[in-house]
Every structure is written in structure tokens, then in C-alpha cells.
């Protein structure tokens, strides 16, 4: 029998009340954005290689014009600053990675801009915004000579300096891509023309100066900034596996079962960038596990049909934002089915994310 | 490595090795003990005994009220002290509260128990030994040993995953008591007659496979299933579907798709009372965690209240922060030493402050790792949104009232947005709009 007075009692501490669960997975929001930035480190590194210190230079310049404008939007519109989330710290990265070699300083600013104001601000912050804010401002940087053509009549504001002469009379969603090894084999060709660049300098990323994104430049870069996020378990590897298999697959039909021209396309272009840090997307993606699989096949459709319809070889950009639009309602049709439950739950609620919480900014505050 | 894909379950850190080789030890009872008229689930006993009245170990203190209630029974000798209404883990109930005369005279034996009792009155035997579930969910045994005669029962499930971090009291009582267990299936298979026992266990338990199997030697019905170490494996309904395939039905009992399945410490209690005409009065619970400095595997009196076994595991190396009746998973906090061991106290944990540091709340970034690991295919941030937006229509519709509150969706969550207590709340006022109907 346990009796003496210096027995230890549960009220000489001070104990917490709370609800289960009472431990949590060691990890935060704030960690895996952290992890992709770590990622995207590789290609950058592979841009800077590649293409020298501009690289560089450009990626922060779009990383400290998302960071800041995300923090003045916050402080302007009044609600608490997002910012040490990490997050527009990989929207910006992203932007800088998806630029060409040659992009002037202002049209950074400019995508950076759009991409957290107009496509993740606005809207109403992380996790709310249905577009990719990186994607989302690729696009409006390649629908730009268009924009300005139709416009301010014959002035191209945004250039892709080092090659925009040759193909100012093209269509202006070549301009990325122009001159790539994806150019070359794009134009509805089924097979690899001569004069195209080596299966292995692509995969390295040596394509001789001819311009292409900062960050898709190196296959190999980018295969481990994969294998990175997919050992920490950031991203789920069916993603850019289904994704990049879809335009494969396509690729090798469309083709005649030519294994060449099939490489060409998942090595160039920005398909394994966008394989990596794009389809993978949390808050533009799927939310069901079925929607994460609709995601990536759907945007590998689109992006085979743009490069085989020669809508744009970049057709990479357009999938994307295409599905980020589709996929909400996707979602909703392939709501996992309750355990013990016949039927997927409901009539189709309308459960979208990007609808405002009404108590949101009193919840997070407190 | 694990990738990340659809798992239906998480995997916390086990933290089991500090209590995973220790002998179950027998603690003796202090003086003052402890018997809340609801140690079960279910409609709390009405007290039968009176301040004064002399007690044994097995006399009946409370008795189960209406169809889902359990019978509360002394685990002591002694006289009735007081009875009074305490706080008892996030509810009052009444206390019947026993001095102990250090005697331990005993009730006599149930007469009826023996090795021929008529498979009938096994259910009867059961409700008098006050039996309920020892995996922590305390439903009425008996109850559940009784099912409505149209289903008809072919499989039964011995639940030895013990999926809580922390908890070995089943791994300890399946290594120990594997002879006990056994004995107390073939009690409820002269019940039922299945067509198959199978037995489920963590394959971080093999030792607990292997004594059963062991036991279960040429008994050609059982069948030992080692299933992966993970949360919440050892929940009825993951456990039916991980077993046999099948998935109760909403709304539904295991019965309903032929299962009854209970906890292996039940076994060993229903055992005790049908072959050996004894009551519930002890239980097999572990006491671990950073705080303990010599955490252990104990053989507790029910009714022993919680301060009195902290001593017995060497009191505290570091101050806790939470005390938990159960895991940390599903278990609650207590802050009240009086509390006492209960019939489904598997085990009790202590975390320092460091252990339970809260993080900020952040914006959801839609990972969707709750729906991943949701064991029932819910989408928890869905729902948590829908109760924030005050949509309570929405909440039931997305399945609110199938969640099994099983935690793992704020476990996960990286930006800690605590969705079960908002599903919680969400279910509360289902509820309440559905009585007010």
C-alpha cells in the first residue's frame, strides 16, 4: 500500500487540457515550401551553368518582387502577412526558372507582379488561388507580343532579347521556346530533323547557347530535383510520372513507336520543369486522390495535342492553367467514396476552396 | 521509404521500446479507492451499496442500467467510505469510493461458471463479471456477445493491434495470457460457432503472434494475421476490412456483416468469468512515457487511482505538461490525480511540454494529406471549412457523422489546422438539429 505525505500528485504540476490528437507529424507548411526551394536550387544551379550569373540574377529579382508585393498586398488589404510561408519565395524561384535567357529586368517585375496579385492574391492567398500564380504569369509573359501587337500597334515592350528577331513574324507563343531543340522537331513533325541537338547534350543541358528557359535547360538537374521531392515525400511520384508518361505515350504513337522523337519531347521544352514543380502543385492541383490522377493525364493530353496541333510547341504552360480550371469540378465528380458507403458522398456540393471563409481572418488571428 | 500516396493511415512514432520487454507487474491497491459508475460506454450503473456497507473483491457496487450498460463490481475488500459525484475524464458520474482493508476477501465464484456451461448463458455470465471492452472503447461485452438472432456470426476477430504509440498492455497480455485468451475464444465459439478466428496483431508484436500461435496449437480455426504497424490499425472497422475484406456498413454493426470483434485482454477476462467464475476487477495497463522515470507494464486494480501508480513507476524524471488516459492519438487529458484506472484505461501518457509544443495555425495549402490518411475516405478539410463557414448542411452532407474520430487528419495537417475538433463540433451540432427535428 502506497500511503507516506511526499507521494507525487498530478497537482503539484501544471498539466494542459486539450483535445486529441496530442502529438503531430514533425513538419510544416513552412518546411515543405522550404524542401521545393531546396529542388529548385539544382536547376538553377544548371541555369547559372549554362547560362551564367543572369540566371542567378534573375531569379532573385523575381523572388524579392513576389515577397514584397505579397507582403504590401497583405498589409494594404489588411490581413496578417503570409509571407514568412515560403511560398512566394517558390512562386518566385519558379518564375525566374521558367524565364528565357535574355528576359530584361521589367518583364520580371512584371510576371512577378501578376503572378501574386492578380493570380494568387486577389483571389485570397495560398491554398485559394485556382490558377498556378508561376504558370499563370509564363503565360501572360508569352502572351505579351500579342498583347502589345494587338495594342500599341508594332512595339514589343517584352522581348526575349537574344532571339526575338527571328521570329517577331511567328506566332508569339513560340517565343520561349524559340530556337530550342523543341522548335526544331515541333512544327507537327513526326520525326527528328537533322541539325537537332543530341539526345545526351539535352540531357545534361548543354544546348550550345540556344536559348529555352533558365531552369528546363538540364534534364538531368531537374530528374534529381525530382527524385529530391519525391524522397522527402513532397511530391507524390504518380504526378510526374502520369504526367510525362502521358506525353510520352502519345509521343510514341503519333511518332510510329519512334523511341528518338519520343525522347525529344520529354527532354525538351519545359515538360520535366513542369512535371516537377507545376503539375505537382498543391493548390492548383487535385484534391481527391482520383483528381490527382485526372490532373496530370489531362495536362499531359493537352500539352501532346499543342505540340503535335502546333497550337504552340509551349503548349507545357497552357495544360496547366487549362487543368487548374477544370479540376475543381473534377474533383467534386470523384469525391472518395465513405468507407461502409455505397455511393460517392453527396449531390455535388459545392465545396470550393476558393470560396471565402467567412470567419477566416478572426480563426487565424486568435 | 513509404511514398506519399494514398495510406489511409499515418505512422506516428511507435515509442513502445521503453515498456515493449517488460513483465507485466502486479501493484498493489492503495487505501483509498476509486469506482466511478461508468467505467464503460453506454448508461452509467446505479450505485446498490450504501456508506458503511462492507465490501469484497467481486461484490456488486453498481448495476448496469438498461440494455447498454455494464455491472460495477469491488476489486477490493473494504468498507464503502463515501459516494459523491466527481469529475471523471470530461464528465460527472457518480463515485462509489472504497477504503481498503488490505484483505482481498473474495467474492465466491459465479456458480454457474465451469467447463460446461450452456453457450446461452455465456452472455449472462459475462454481464455479471461486468465485462466491457478493454481496447479502450469499453462497449458492454455482453451486448456485443449478443447479437440479434438473424445475423448470423462466421468470423471472430481478436483485436491485438495495438496501433496507440506508447501502449504495450495488449502486446504484454498476449505474450503472458496467451493460454487465457485462447480458452476465452473457444468460450465464444461454443456461442457462435464460426467458421474462423482470426487474431490481428501488429508486425511489431511477432513475439504476441507467435505465443498465441502457440496456444492455438491444433486449434485449426484460428488464424494469426500480422498486419503493418500503423495508425489506426487497431480500429474495429479498419480492423474487419484489414481481416476478412468486408466493410461494415454505415450506421452499421460488425454483426451486420457477420463479425464480432473485441479486444484479446477481453478474451482473457471472459475466460476468468465463464470458465472460472470470476469478475472483472484488474486489467493489464501500461504507464509510459518522458516524464516516467521507470515506465512499466502493470497488473492495476480497477479503481486504483492514477497518482498512486506514478510512484510505483519511479515518479517523474521531467515534469509533464499532458497526462493522458489513453494514447495520444484518441486519448483525453486529465489533470486530477483521483482518477482512477478504469476498465478502459490501456494505458496512461505522459508528455513534457516540449512534447506538446502547439504551432501556429497557417493557411491550408490543399496538400490534401487529410484526405490521404483519413481511414474512411473523408475529406476532413472540406468538412472543417464547411463548419467554419457555419454550413452545418454541407458538414453532414461531405459524411461528417462517419468520421471515427481517430485524429489522423490533425496529426498530419502541416499548416495544424486542428479539423477533427472542428468535424467534432461539426457532428455535436448534427446531432443536436437532428433531436430538435
Known sequence: MSTNKTKTTLADYDLVLDNSPHIFEKWSSQWIMLQVIIAMLFPLAAGVYFFGFQTLY??????????????LYEKIVRKRVTVTDLSAVVTGMLIGLSMPNGAQWFSIIIVSLFAIIVVKMIPGGIGRNRFNPAVGGRVVYLMAPWIVNTFVAGEDIITTASQAEAITTATPDDLVAAATPLFYIASGAQEVPDGAQTLWNMFLGNQGGWGGSLGETSAIALLIAMAFLIFRRIINPKIPAMYIGTVALIMLVYSGFDFEFMMYHILSGALLLAGTFMVTDYASGGLTPLGRTVFPIGAGIITAAFRIGNFSPEGVGFSILIMNAIIPFVDKLVMPRIYGHKKRPGVHPDYDLTEPLTKRDVLTDN | MRFKTVQKATYPKHNKSRTHHKAIEKIDAPTIMVFPMSMHLGAPAKPVVEVGD????????????????????????????????????SDVYTCVII??????????PFPEAGDNVDPAFVPELIKRAGISGMGGATFPTNVKMSPPKDKKIDTLILNGAECEPYSTSDLRTMIEYADEIIEGVRVIDSVFNVDRVVIGIEDNAKEAGEALKKAAEGYDKVEIKVLEAKYPQGS??????????????????????????????TFQMIYRAVRLGKPMVERVCTISGTPIADPKNLLVRLGTPIDDVIDFCGGFQEAPRKVIHGGPMMGKTIKDGAIPISKGTTHVTFLTA???DDEERMDCIRCSECINVCPVSLQPILISNAYERGDIEKAAQLG?????????????CPSKIPLLDNIRKAKTVIRQNAKAV
Open chain 2, 54 to 89: 462492507k465490501v469484497k473483491v467481486g461484490t456488486l457496487l453498481g448495476e448496469a442500467q438498461g440494455f447498454i450498460s455494464a455491472n460495477v463490481l469491488s476489486s477490493v475488500s473494504g468498507e464503502v467510505i463515501s459516494i459523491e459525484e466527481r469529475d471523471v475524464l
Open chain 2, 400 to 412: 461528417a457523422m462517419d468520421c471515427i474520430e481517430c485524429g489522423n487528419c490533425s496529426y498530419i
Open chain 1, 58 to 71: 534573375l531569379t532573385v529579382l523575381a523572388v524579392i518582387t513576389c515577397v514584397i508585393s505579397e507582403y
Open chain 2, 354 to 356: 516540449e512534447e506538446v
Open chain 2, 236 to 265: 474495429e472497422k479498419q480492423l474487419i476490412e484489414n481481416c476478412t475484406g468486408r466493410q461494415v456498413p454505415a450506421g452499421g454493426l460488425p454483426a451486420d456483416i457477420g463479425c464480432v470483434v473485441s479486444n484479446v485482454g
Open chain 2, 99 to 108: 477504503k481498503n482493508d488490505g484483505e482481498y476477501t473474495e467474492e465466491p
